[in-house]
C-alpha cells in the first residue's frame, strides 16, 4: 500500500473513531436529557390528574375520578395511569397503547430508557383519599434519539466526502515532491543521472531531495569516468594512435568475423595502400611531414567512404592502409577502388615538386568471403607485382596470371529485376538460429535470417548482400513488410520469441510505423513473441524515429534490440533512455577472446554497466567451448553461434 493511502485513511480512521466518540457522547447527553424529561413530564401529568381529581369531587367518587383521567389524551407518552385508596386497593387501572418507536431493536438495546413513574396524592380538605400515578413510555425518546443519530450519521457522511476529498488533494501536493524522487532515483538506477530543480518546502523533504541530487551528481561522474575509462582503453588497444583509424588487430578481427558470419555469406572487397617513399619523406622533411602524409592518407579514406555503413578502414602497418567492404557487388567495388585511388593520388607533401607522392593500392574482390588472411594475401600479392618506382599505379588480383576466378559471380545479376521479381514472387527463404543461455544452456530465443536465390536458383545469397540493391530501388520497407508476413505465417502455433533485422530506410518510414502498428495489432500474440534489432549506426542516423518506432511496439509486448554492438562510437548513454530488451555484442569481440585480455575487459565492463539496467549482454558468433568459457567468466548472459547450432530454414509444423 502507498503512503498516500495509508495517511488517507489513518486520517479517515482517525475521523471515524471522532465520529463514534461524538455520538457516544451526543447519545449519552441526549440519554439523559429525555430521561430527565420523561421524569418531569410524568411528575408534571401526575400532579395535574390528582389536582383535577381534587377539585372534582370531595369524596372517593370513582366514577368522578374515571372521568378525570377519561380527559388524558393518550398521545403516546404514557404506559399506564392507575389510582389506589390509601390502604393501597387499585382502585382505577387505566393502560395505554404508547408510542411504536421506528428505531431498530439493536438501538434500543445499545440506548436501554428506562421507565419513569410519577406519583401524586388526592385528597379533600385535609383528608387523604389516595394516589394517583403515572408511569412513562420510552417510545417517543428512542425515536428522537435514533433521529438524532441519523441526522449526525447524515452530516458526517457529507462532512467526510468534502474532508476526503479536501485530504485527497491535500496529500497529493505535499506528497507530490516524494513521487519526484522516486522517479529520480528510478532515473539514477538506470544511469540518468538527473537532478530536482525545484526543492520541495518541506524542510524534511527539501533536505531529502538536496541529499538525492548530490547523489546523483557523485554518480554521474563516477559513472562518466568508468565510461571514459573503458573508452579510451578501447581506442587505445583498437585504434591507431596517429590517424584514428582502426588498427592492424582490429582489423583483423572484423574481418575474420565477416568471414566466419553463421548468419550467411558475404561478398567483399579487400584494398591495400602503400606509401612507397615513406622513408624517404621521413628523411628529408621529417616525421612530422611523414605523419602528415599519414593522417592526410586516413582523412582522405574516411571522407571517401562516408557512406558506407560497414567499411573499415585501418592502418595496418606503417606506410600501409587497409579497407575492407562488405556486402558490395562487383562492379561497385570496381567503381569505388578506381575513386579511391583517384582520391588519394591527389595528395602531396612539401617536396611534391621534385618528389611527387607515390601511392599503391592492391585490390581483390570475393563473392563469398570465407577467408580473411587468404584476401589480404590476394591484396598484398597485388601490391608485390608493381614494379614500377616513383609511379602510383593499383591493380586487381583477379588480373593477376595465375591468380583463381572466383568461384560464383553475382556480378551479371539484374539487380532491379531480382528485387521486384523478390517481392512479387517472394523468392526468399526464413532461416533462424538459436539464442542460448549461459547458465543452463537452455534455448531461449531464435534470430531470424532471411536468403536469396543467386544466379543458380540456390538460396546462397544472405540479406546483408542483397539488402543495398533493395536500399537503392527503395523496396527496403516492402521487403521487410514480406518478412514480417511470411515469418508470422510459418510461425503459427510456436512460442519461442524471435528477433527480426529491419533496414534503415524502414525505420525512418512513418508508413512502416503505420503498417506495423495494423500489423501486430492483427496478429497480438506473434507480437509479443517479436523483438526487432538495429545497429548503433543506424541510431546514430535515425534515433528519433526510432524512439517513434518503439513507443508503437511497447503497445503490442513487442520490443527493441541493438545486434553488433561495440563498432560504433556512440557510448553508452542512450542506453538509459530508451527501452531495450538485450545488447549483442559484434562478433569481432567474441572470437579468440580467451586469448585477447583487451577484449575480455571490454566485454567484462560492458556486462556491470548493462547489469545496472537489466540489460542483457549476448554474445554472437561462438564457435568454440575455449570461448564460450571465458565469456560465460565474464558474465554474458547468453550465446550464438555454431558452437550451439548453424542456421536452418524454418520447417512447419508437423
Not at 510 to 539: I, K, Q, R, Y
Amino acid at each position: 500500500m502507498t503512503l498516500f493511502r495509508q495517511l488517507l485513511n489513518a486520517m479517515l480512521a482517525a475521523m471515524l473513531l471522532l465520529y463514534i466518540g461524538n455520538i457516544a457522547v451526543g447519545l449519552s447527553n441526549g440519554k439523559s436529557l429525555v430521561e430527565h424529561q420523561m421524569r418531569s413530564h410524568v411528575e408534571d401529568t401526575a400532579t395535574s390528574i390528582a389536582l383535577s381529581m381534587t377539585q372534582s369531587t370531595n369524596s372517593l367518587d370513582i366514577p368522578a375520578f374515571q372521568a378525570v383521567l377519561s380527559a388524558v389524551s393518550d398521545k403516546g407518552f404514557y404506559r399506564r395511569i392507575y389510582f389506589r385508596d390509601v390502604i393501597g386497593n387499585l382502585i382505577i387501572d387505566k393502560d395505554f397503547a404508547g408510542a411504536k418507536h421506528t428505531a431498530p431493536r439493536w438501538f434500543a438495546s445499545l440506548v436501554a430508557l428506562s421507565t419513569y413513574e410519577g406519583s401524586a396524592e388526592v385528597s379533600s380538605g385535609w383528608t387523604k383519599l389516595g394516589t394517583v400515578v403515572v408511569v412513562s413510555d420510552p417510545g417517543h425518546a428512542y425515536n428522537n434519539l435514533w433521529h438524532f443519530a441519523l441526522e449526525q450519521l447524515a452530516w458526517f457522511t457529507l462532512v467526510s466526502v468534502l474532508i476526503s476529498l479536501l485530504l485527497w488533494l491535500t496529500l497529493r501536493h505535499l506528497l507530490s515532491p516524494l513521487r519526484a524522487l522516486e522517479v529520480q532515483v528510478n532515473n539514477i538506477s538506470r544511469q540518468d543521472f538527473v537532478e530536482q530543480a525545484v526543492l520541495p518546502r518541506t524542510r524534511e523533504l527539501a533536505n531529502l531531495a538536496t541529499a538525492v541530487n548530490r547523489m546523483s551528481v557523485q554518480l554521474k561522474k563516477l559513472f562518466n569516468s568508468q565510461l571514459e575509462l573503458i573508452a579510451n582503453l578501447r581506442v587505445q588497444s583498437h585504434t591507431d594512435q596517429l590517424t584514428g583509424l582502426s588498427n592492424r588487430a582490429d582489423f583483423d578481427a572484423r574481418l575474420n568475423s565477416c568471414a566466419g558470419d553463421d548468419s550467411g555469406q558475404h561478398s567483399g572487397v579487400l584494398m591495400i595502400f602503400a606509401v612507397q617513399q615513406l622513408e624517404q619523406i621521413n628523411q628529408l622533411a621529417g616525421r612530422v611531414e611523414g605523419n602528415n602524409v599519414l593522417v592526410a592518407l586516413a582523412d582522405c579514406l574516411k571522407a571517401s567512404l562516408g557512406d558506407y555503413e560497414q567499411a573499415v578502414v585501418a592502418r595496418r602497418q606503417g606506410r600501409e592502409f587497409a579497407v575492407f567492404i562488405s556486402d558490395i557487388t562487383a562492379e561497385e567495388a570496381d567503381r569505388l577502388g578506381e575513386n579511391l585511388f583517384n582520391a588519394v593520388t591527389q595528395l602531396s607533401w612539401v617536396g611534391q615538386h621534385d618528389s611527387p607522392l607515390t601511392i599503391h593500392m592492391g585490390f581483390t574482390y570475393s563473392d563469398c568471403v570465407s577467408n580473411g588472411p587468404e584476401l589480404l594475401s590476394e591484396a598484398d600479392m597485388v601490391l608485390r607485382s608493381f614494379t614500377r618506382a616513383g609511379s602510383s599505379e593499383w591493380g586487381r588480383f583477379a588480373d593477376i596470371d595465375g591468380a583463381d576466378a572466383p568461384l560464383v559471380s553475382i556480378s551479371a545479376i539484374d539487380w532491379r529485376t531480382f528485387t521486384e521479381q523478390t517481392i512479387a514472387e517472394k523468392k526468399l527463404q526464413l532461416n533462424i538460429q538459436g539464442t542460448f543461455s549461459s547458465t543452463d544452456r537452455e534455448l531461449r530465443a531464435y534470430e531470424v535470417f532471411s536468403s536469396f536465390p543467386d544466379a543458380n536458383d540456390c538460396y546462397n545469397l544472405a540479406s546483408r548482400i542483397v539488402m543495398p540493391a533493395f536500399e537503392r530501388a527503395g523496396l527496403a520497407t516492402e521487403l521487410d513488410q514480406l518478412v514480417l508476413t511470411e515469418l508470422c505465417e510459418k510461425w503459427q502455433g510456436r512460442a519461442c520469441p524471435l528477433s527480426v533485422n529491419l533496414a534503415l530506410s524502414s525505420l525512418r518510414s512513418a508508413d512502416f510505423h503505420c503498417w506495423v502498428n495494423e500489423f501486430l495489432t492483427e496478429n497480438p500474440a506473434f507480437a509479443e513473441l517479436l523483438t526487432f534489432e538495429f545497429s548503433e549506426h543506424m541510431l546514430q542516423l535515425a534515433e528519433h524515429d526510432i524512439r517513434l518506432f518503439e513507443a508503437i511496439l511497447s503497445s503490442h509486448g513487442s520490443g527493441l534490440a541493438i545486434d553488433g554492438f561495440g563498432l560504433a562510437t556512440s557510448g553508452f548513454a542512450y542506453l538509459g533512455s530508451l527501452p531495450l530488451r538485450y545488447l549483442k555484442v559484434d562478433r569481432s569481440f567474441s572470437r579468440n577472446i580467451h586469448a585477447v585480455q583487451d577484449n575480455q575487459f571490454y566485454i567484462k565492463a560492458l556486462v556491470h554497466l548493462a547489469e545496472a539496467r537489466s540489460l542483457p549482454v549476448i554474445a554472437v558468433g561462438v564457435e568454440s567451448q575455449a570461448d564460450w568459457d571465458t565469456l560465460i567468466g565474464l558474465g554474458i548472459a547468453g550465446g550464438q553461434g555454431y558452437l550451439f547450432s548453424r542456421p536452418q530454414s524454418i520447417h512447419p509444423l508437423s
